[in-house]
Structure formats: structure tokens, C-alpha cells
């Protein structure tokens, strides 16, 4: 299984970002995809996830201005950031897990710098 991320950049605080990762092998139907972001000195924490049942799940702190969708036609999720703020700044992973692997799967790490 392998993730490919995008769509990270620099935008100022107020501004809007989009995230993408494909993911090329796997069962992605069957998969509970999520969005992780470690800033620097900092631990990996959930952003946002959803399940193949399409349940979500975001940290308090990003609720109501981001939104993860997946698109299982084309193996992708998305991560929708809007009224981003400084502190949204790192490195954001995109996750895959399913029942079947013993393990999670990354994808590489997409950059998003939020200036103020």
C-alpha cells in the first residue's frame, strides 16, 4: 500500500487549503482514512478521520473549519481546510488502516504553513 499526499503551501491566516492523498494498492473501500499533523518538537495528532461507513471523526480544535471526505472511485481522501490559522502549521500525514493489515500505512507528509 502506498499513500501519496498533496496540496500542502504557504497561505496567509484566514485563507483555505486543500489536501489530497491517493493511495495505490490496498482496499480502500474498506479502509478508515485519516489525516494526522505534527508540528515541530510536537507529537503526530489525529486531525481528522473517516471510516468506510463514511463516520467521522476531528479534533476539537479544527472542528467546524475542516472537512475530510473520500472519494473511493479514485482512492482518495480529502482534507478541506478553511479559516486556517497559525497554529495549523506542519507537517499533515494521511493515514490508511483496515482491519486486514496488522498495520497503519503513511503517505510522505505534505507541508501547510499558515502565516499570520
Known amino acids: 500500500v502506498q499513500l501519496q499526499a498533496s496540496g500542502g503551501g504557504l497561505v496567509q491566516a484566514g485563507g483555505s487549503l486543500r489536501l489530497s492523498c491517493e493511495v495505490n494498492g490496498g482496499a480502500f473501500s474498506l479502509a478508515t482514512m485519516g489525516w494526522y499533523r505534527q508540528a515541530p518538537d510536537n507529537q503526530r495528532d489525529l486531525v481528522a478521520e473517516?471510516?468506510?461507513?463514511?463516520?467521522?471523526n476531528y479534533a476539537d480544535s479544527v472542528k467546524d473549519r475542516f472537512t475530510i471526505s473520500r472519494d473511493n472511485a479514485k482512492k482518495t481522501v480529502f482534507l478541506q481546510m478553511s479559516s486556517l490559522k497559525p497554529e495549523d502549521t506542519a507537517l499533515y500525514y494521511c493515514?490508511?488502516?483496515?482491519?486486514?493489515?496488522?498495520?497503519?500505512?503513511w503517505g510522505q507528509g505534505t507541508l501547510v504553513t499558515v502565516s499570520s
Open positions: 473517516i471510516d468506510k461507513g463514511g463516520n467521522l
Open positions: 493515514r490508511y488502516f483496515t482491519g486486514f493489515s496488522n498495520r497503519p500505512y
